[in-house]
T-cell receptor
């Protein structure tokens, strides 16, 4: 069964620091990877998608993909208390054509 | 552009009853996926519809069913509710299957 592994956390970082969130995935042929943020009691919201090896930057967020290692990460620079949430990693299962989500990493940014 | 909407937002049912949840996707999105989210299991894929056809189904019992209408709106139905069906049910839409998904606010179902 294809799956995503994420450290459940909580990951605690001080305000202004870089938060690093990581996940590994089991689908060797997947081409599409996603990061979602979910605040407590809310639904997931898309932060970023990444399809090619390397880095993709959007504001304070940088996604990194390494297909050979089946590894994707999300860096949050200048972390703010408002970044405190659960971050979900996901990939497209091309065999079943469905998106598979990890259980999420809880991030706390301390003011 | 309006986001994904789900109704109702909250539901309380008793065991054995059935429930229907509704989802209206973002205008122009033809793919609608449904997920169940519980604290212990995370986001679990229920099924995906595209152009009124169910293209994928997750590992849920037959009590869970769905459909999609010609305007891309989707409904899911759960029959013979069990206590374990208490969860947040999320709908997500995308232009095509496999594209970035955008989630609705969810329907929180409580089964007593």
């Amino acid at each position: 069964q294809k799956e995503v592994e994420q450290n459940s956390g909580p990951l605690s970082v001080p305000e202004g620091a870089i938060a690093s969130l990581n996940c590994t995935y089991s689908d060797r042929v997947s081409q599409s990877f996603f990061w979602y943020r979910q605040y407590s009691g809310k639904s997931p919201e898309l932060i970023m998608s990444i399809y090619s090896n390397g880095d993709k930057e959007d504001g304070r967020f940088t996604a990194q993909l390494n297909k050979a290692s089946q590894y994707v990460s999300l860096l949050i620079r200048d972390s703010q208390p408002s970044d405190s949430a659960t971050y979900l990693c996901a990939f497209l299962d091309t065999g079943g054509f469905k998106t598979i989500f990890g259980a999420g990493t809880r991030l706390f940014v301390k003011a | 552009k309006a986001g994904v909407t789900q109704t109702p937002r909250y539901l309380i049912k008793t065991r054995g009853q059935q429930v229907t949840l509704s989802c209206s996707p973002i205008s122009g999105h033809r793919s609608v996926s449904w997920y169940q989210q519980t604290p212990g299991q995370g986001l679990q894929f229920l099924f995906e519809y595209f152009s009124e056809t169910q293209r994928n189904k997750g590992n849920f019992p037959g009590r869970f069913s769905g459909r999609q209408f010609s305007n891309s709106r989707s409904e899911m139905n759960v029959s013979t509710l069990e206590l374990g069906d208490s969860a947040l049910y999320l709908c997500a839409s995308s232009p095509q299957t496999g594209d970035e998904q955008f989630f609705g606010p969810g329907t929180r179902l409580t089964v007593l």
